[in-house]
């Protein structure tokens, strides 16, 4: 399978963070990831296109899965929900999504199920939080705080994040697997396990940057159970007034995220350390993510509203210090050296 050199672009535009990973990953899995990851983004789009009511986002959703799933063969137009897209990109995106899904045809039929199943994940990920939240846009919350809803407990926060990214780490171990190395020993359930809780640590990571953007929207991910035990609440959450109650808790999520990480770093080192292409493409994110856990680990609540992120200048230091240690395995294994409290078998936050 090649990708036209139009959706390439594509994929560049709609994301410059996994473009790199997607760019060094070796040429026999590439193709079906960026495809994956293209239709994902298409749904996400879809999802986030809040100038429309819930319903019609819902539909959108459905129809695209439809097709995905190959239940259904109506050309999809979506040039109304293209036209209330603020980036270029995202336009672009959906304009052409009649020509990412005509790729799936070019898949294998064992590399089109894995593709159906992890987009299915996904979508129904997006789905459950737009029924979630959809209540928002009935009320007319915005971001002045007048509404916030949360989740209620632990649980869903973690079904929430196997959803939308841990079932991706189960995809890229599954479709990596059967192309690079399918007579490789190893431990088979904790090779996924690791995968799984790779994606859901990236996804945590994403989430407690997000905070006061999500918390401005109406949306708290950190769920009521804790909220409740720590006697905070959505509204007030990160008030300077309830700093030394927030700090603790938010983190205990820092921990859990880092666990979640340091177990993706368990997964990049059992791959075959001949696959080196594939070790960089799982490095990155890991030592990205811990990257920003360290500077959302050391900010007080007002400079956690400013949205923290890692410089592109610390990504290319990123990117080259592991080029450099790639080929030397003390070298690349002192890259990230968790804390003895980041590795754990389950990365439970109680």
């Not at 959803?163 to 996924?192: H, M, S, Y």
């Not at 007034?241 to 979640?260: I, T, V």
């Not at 059992?270 to 856990?293: D, H, M, N, S």
């Amino acid at each position: 399978m090649q990708m036209p050199k139009q959706l390439t672009d594509l994929l560049k535009a709609t994301s410059r963070s996994f473009y790199l990973t997607l760019r060094v990953l070796p040429a026999a899995v590439r193709p079906q990831i960026g495809l994956a990851y293209l239709l994902a983004r298409t749904t996400d789009t879809i999802a986030d296109t809040e100038i429309l009511p819930v319903a019609q986002r819902l539909e959108a959703l459905q129809k695209l899965r439809e097709r995905i799933l190959g239940q259904n063969s109506a050309l999809l137009n979506f040039g109304a929900l293209a036209q209330s897209q603020g980036l270029p990109a995202e336009k672009l995106l959906l304009e052409k999504t009649e020509e990412s899904l005509a790729l799936l045809q070019t898949l294998s039929a064992a590399d089109l199920k894995l593709v159906r199943e992890v987009l299915t994940t996904i979508t129904s990920g997006q789905e459950m939080d737009l029924r979630r939240f959809g209540q928002l846009a009935k009320s007319g919350a915005s971001a002045t705080g007048q509404q916030i809803i949360a989740l209620e407990t632990a649980a869903e926060l973690d079904d929430y994040t196997y959803r939308v990214a841990g079932c991706v780490g189960e995809f890229w171990t599954k479709i990596c697997r059967a192309q690079l190395f399918p007579n490789a020993r190893l431990d088979e359930k904790q090779f996924i396990t690791d995968g799984i809780r790779f994606g859901k640590g990236l996804q945590l990571v994403n989430i407690l940057r997000d905070l006061p953007a999500d918390l401005k929207n109406g949306r708290c991910y950190l769920p009521t159970q804790r909220l409740d035990e720590a006697k905070l609440f959505p509204e007030t959450l990160l008030s300077p007034a309830n700093a030394q109650k927030f700090l603790p808790l938010f983190h205990e999520y820092l921990d859990k995220a880092e666990s979640h990480l340091a177990a993706g770093w368990r997964y990049t080192n059992t791959l075959p350390f001949g696959e080196f292409r594939l070790r960089l493409a799982c490095a990155w994110p890991v030592l990205l993510g811990i990257k920003t856990i360290e500077k959302l680990r050391a900010a007080s609540v007002t400079e956690l509203q400013q949205r923290l992120k890692v410089s592109r200048g610390e990504v290319r230091g990123i990117i080259f210090r592991s080029l450099l240690a790639s080929p030397f395995p003390m070298a690349w294994r002192k890259l990230y050296l968790p804390d003895a409290k980041a590795v754990d078998s389950s990365g439970n936050l109680a």
